[in-house]
Every structure is written in C-alpha cells, then in structure tokens.
C-alpha cells in the first residue's frame, strides 16, 4: 500500500519543485523552535543568575556539558527516526513507514526511563571528577538530579518532532514549543523569586514544560490522518526497523557523546579558573547555544530534504541541497556570531551585573562565538553524509577531528600555554579541519550514486 502523493497542510514535497524557497520555508520554523527551545535553559541561567546569585549560575552551567553527554547517545537515536521516516515518506513505503514511528516511540519512552536511573546515579560522583567546585557542587547535583526526571518527556518530545520534520512539518514543534516556552518563563520566576527554591526551582519549571510539550506532540500524532499517524494499540518494537534506527542513529548519538567528554575536559579546565571565569563561561556559552541553534536547524533541513530525495530517487537534486544548505547556514552563523560579540556586554548583561563575569564572556564570544560559522558548515555537510545513509563515516572523521584534536589540545598545547584564551581557540582550529574532511567524504559517497533522476 503507498502514501497518497498529495501532501496535507503541514507536510511538504521536498522532492519536486524550486529547493532555496522550500528550505528556507522549512528552516525558518525549525530555527525558531531551536531558539525556543533554548529559551528553557536560557531562563533558568537567567533567573538563577538574577535572583540567586553567582554560585547558582555556575552551578546551572556547569551542568550542562555533563548532561548533554548522558542525552546525546538518545536524541542521536532521533536522527535516525528522521533519516527512515523521510526515506519512506519520499518513496510512499506506508508499511514501513508506520513500523518505523512506532518503534521509535518505544525508544523514547524506553530511552527516558534509562535517562532518569543515569542521571540520578551518576550526577555526584561524575560533578566530582569535573572538579566542580565545592560550592557549587551540592547546588549543580540537585538541578541535575531533578531535570532527568523529566528526560522520559524530552525524548518523546524529540522523537516525535523528528517524525513531523521528516515529512516536511516544522510549524506545529514550533507552536507547541511555544506553548511550553511561555509556561517555564512563568513557572521559573514564581518558584524562583516568589517561593525561593532556587536551582530546585528552575529545574522543576524546566521538568513540567517539558512534559506539556511531549504531552501536546504526542496528541499531534495520535490524532493526525496520515500515514505517520501514532496509534497506542501498535506501539512496539519492530526489529529490522530498531536495528536500522540504530545503524544510523547510535553513531549520531555516540558521536555527541564523546564529543561531549571532550566538553567535558574544557568545563573541568575551565573550572580550576574559578568560580567567576565559569559564570562568565556559563553566560557566553548560552549565548552561542542560540546561534548554534539556529545553525542546526539548517543541519536538520540538509538531513530531511537530503533523505526525501534520496527516499524518492531524486539524486540530481542532492548536490544542490547540500550547496544551498552551506550558503544559508554560513550567513545565518556569521550574521549571528558577529552580532552576538558586538552585543556581548548587553547579552552578558542580562546573566549578570558583574564586571568579571563580563569580561570573561566577552572573551569567550570573542574566540568562539565569531567564527562558529565553521561549525555549522561541518555540521551541515554531516547533514547531506548522514541523509545519504552514512553514520559511521561522519561519527569517525568528526571524533577524530574534532574531539579527538581537542583532548590532544588541551593536554598539550593547553598545558604549555595555560589560558583561556588557548583553551578556547581549539574550538574554531578543530572545526576548520573537521569540515574539510567532510567535504571530501561528501564528494566520494556523491560518486557512487546517478546523477540524473530530478
């Protein structure tokens, strides 16, 4: 049985018609759902930052390389819901389409309960080995433990918006986004300021916003009428479509991951700067996460559109996916990096009225935050590899030139020049030489494939 070809209101085509207008439809949604969603994590620091003091917004911050490295090896799982989903949509497979969605749902529910024992466990002992300050260290395991309770909501969350991006729906992640957006700014300043919770009071807001918008995703799908439809009573494991989520999306998740260690040795160096050089991280680093986000959104369109067509046999349209997607991620990046360090001391602001935090995240946006630009190239190209069914490829060279070179870096050159000013500069080095092997890989895999077929 096929798909019906006529795509609905909130699906889109992505193998016929003009590309740079489809993409850019497609991207603008995804870019403000990134953004929102980073808004989450953006109020904590800043409420905590505001109204808790500076040990607070360092214990939120340096939270967040660690826990990104107990997440990353499931939301990568959500890459490969997108690259099947948009594989199937593409060739009108509604069978496979359908094992696929409801074997991914599993995972998340699955994923997230796992989520919850690692986070609780491993949340002590793993802020001790960081170096994590002893002042911070109590308030940085609290906020932890209490926002991977909510790790069963986020991936849901997640799997389901890789379904709907897959077929060409950005609009409705983004609108519940929102919804759950406005509900933690609220929750945020009332457990904060009015009922002094703290960090506990952040996390709890983040937790409960995170449940309303898995609960508002999942409602989507259950009463969709399409072939991605989610119907409870199929709920189940399929085993060659667990195993082909894994091919592709283990490596994406390994890869972030181990990318994460490697943030995870800068944030122990950045921690024995002391407390204040980390609150200045902290605040820089949130500021950059916007313009990453709105850099990957680009990556998520290069994957979608990338797998469609590759779904659909359009392999003429490829190349130019992938050309249009760098140019779009290049400006956006730039236009953004420029503006987020010429801003710096007004964004900085808003974290914190301290002069050193100030100076210390200007410092960062300086050396990072200006060229990551490079970083969404790198990210993109892996875009157009992994859409094409390459995982591993791009999960090796990215290891080895990006995390790989960095841990090189800091127990070398690092060590001979120890500042923050070298430690920083491994970031924008290690994405220069990651992108161009991914270039080079693109254009090998491209080869084997027809060039015709539009």
Request: proline share 3%; with cysteine; hydrophobic share 50%.
């Amino acid at each position: 049985m096929e798909l019906r070809k006529k795509t609905g209101t909130y699906e889109m085509d992505m193998c016929n018609g003009p590309l740079m207008i489809k993409i850019i439809v497609f991207a603008i949604p995804l870019i403000l759902s990134g953004l929102l969603q980073l808004l989450f994590n953006a109020a904590d620091i800043i409420v905590v930052g505001r109204f808790a003091g500076s040990e607070s917004l360092a214990a939120v911050g340096s939270t967040s390389a660690l826990i990104n490295l107990l997440v990353n090896v499931f939301i990568g799982l959500s890459v490969g819901t997108n690259v099947l989903v948009a594989r199937y949509y593409g060739a009108h497979q509604q069978r496979d389409l359908e094992e696929t969605v409801h074997t991914a749902m599993v995972m998340a529910g699955a994923g997230g309960i796992i989520l919850i024992l690692l986070g609780v466990i491993l949340a002590d002992p793993m802020l001790e080995l960081m170096g994590t300050p002893e002042d911070v260290l109590p308030l940085s395991a609290l906020y932890m433990k209490i926002f991977f309770v909510g790790m069963p909501a986020n991936l849901i969350y997640n799997f389901g918006s890789a379904v709907l991006r897959a077929v060409g729906d950005t609009r409705r992640p983004l609108y519940f986004l929102l919804t759950a957006g406005v509900i933690n700014v609220v929750l945020n300043l009332f457990f904060v300021i009015a009922l002094s919770m703290g960090v506990a009071g952040v996390a709890l807001a983040t937790v409960i916003s995170q449940c309303i918008s898995a609960i508002l995703i999942v409602r989507c799908l259950v009463k969709c009428d399409a072939g991605y439809r989610l119907d409870p009573r199929k709920l189940r494991i399929v085993k060659n479509k667990l195993q082909s989520i894994l091919k592709i999306g283990l490596p994406a998740g390994l890869q972030g991951a181990i990318f994460s260690i490697s943030n995870v040795l800068i944030q122990s160096s950045v921690n024995s700067f002391g407390s204040i050089a980390m609150a200045g991280n902290t605040a820089a680093q949130n500021i950059e996460g916007f313009v990453y986000a709105a850099m990957n959104a680009v990556y998520q369109t290069n994957l979608s559109f990338t797998s469609q067509n590759f779904g659909g046999r359009k392999y003429g349209r490829i190349n130019l996916i992938m050309l249009v997607c760098v140019a779009v991620v290049s400006v956006v990046g730039f236009a953004l990096g420029i503006g987020a360090y010429a801003m710096g001391n007004a964004f900085l602001g808003i974290y914190s009225s301290d002069p050193q935090v100030l100076a210390y995240g200007l410092r960062r946006l300086a050396i990072i935050g200006v060229p990551y630009f490079i970083c969404g190239i790198m990210d993109t190209l892996v875009g157009s590899i992994r859409g094409l069914g390459y995982s591993i490829l791009p999960m090796c060279v990215s290891l080895a030139g990006a995390c790989g070179f960095r841990v090189i870096w800091i127990f070398t050159i690092f060590q001979w020049s120890r500042s923050l000013t070298t430690l920083y500069l491994s970031y924008p080095v290690s994405w220069t030489i990651t992108a161009l092997c991914h270039a080079v890989c693109f254009c090998l895999i491209r080869k084997k494939l027809p060039k015709e077929n539009w």
